[in-house]
Structure formats: C-alpha cells, structure tokens
Nanobody, 119 residues
Framework: QVQVVESGGGLVQAGGSLRLSCTVS????????VDWYRQPPGKQRELVAG???SGVRSVTGRFTVSRDNAKSAIILEIDSLNPEDTGTYYC?????????????????WGQGTQVTVSS
C-alpha cells in the first residue's frame, strides 16, 4: 500500500517563506507525477505547482517543487508569503504500483497540512 503524508504547515508572518513536505511511502511503486494543491477557507481546491516523477526541481512563480531523495519526499517551498496563501495544502501523487508483476495505477491524496499567513 502506498501512503502520502504532508507536513510542515504552521503559522507564518507575511513576507516569510515556508517549506512543506510530501512523504510517499510503501513498496514496489513508481511516481509519475506529483502536484501540490491548496484550499483557501471557503473556497475550492486549486492547483499550486507540480512536477513529473522524474523531475528534480520545478519553479512556478513563488512556488518551487523539488525532490528530497534522502527523505523520499517531494518539497514545496513558498516564498514571499502573503495572507492569500492561507489554506490547507495537499499533495496529490499519481503513479504505478507493482503487485505480483502487474502494474496498477494509483492516485492518492494526503490529509493536508494547514498554512496560516498573518499580515
């Protein structure tokens, strides 16, 4: 079974930076793509940034997605935080799992990590 867990959220002052982590664990799997989403209070979930499973680093404006191989994690760094960045941040992982020689696709979400930016 593959599991996805986000961490690193918290209360941050505007102008600061934050580093969120998406840890993917399990056995016999490969990652095709990882996306970070966020859901502001009272709003719909929206895509923030993403990266192919084979990628190393991807920058989208203030958002940088990178890989931490030592921790088997996908990192989201957010610079120049502002109150509009407040919300629950989710990691979505798509890939393939090998079960007795057969590949099965998976599409998993973590439980989310809360980010609050104070002005």
């Amino acid at each position: 079974q593959v599991q996805v867990v986000e961490s690193g959220g918290g209360l941050v002052q505007a102008g600061g930076s934050l580093r969120l982590s998406c840890t993917v664990s399990g056995s016999s799997f490969s990652i095709d793509h990882v996306d970070w989403y966020r859901q502001p209070p009272g709003k719909q979930r929206e895509l923030v940034a993403g990266m192919p499973g084979s990628g190393v680093r991807s920058v989208t404006g203030r958002f940088t997605v990178s890989r931490d191989n030592a921790k088997s994690a996908i990192i989201l760094e957010i610079d120049s935080l502002n109150p509009e960045d407040t919300g629950t941040y989710y990691c979505n992982v798509r890939g393939l799992r090998n079960i007795r020689g057969t590949l099965y696709p998976f599409n998993l979400w973590g439980q989310g990590t809360q980010v609050t930016v104070s002005s």
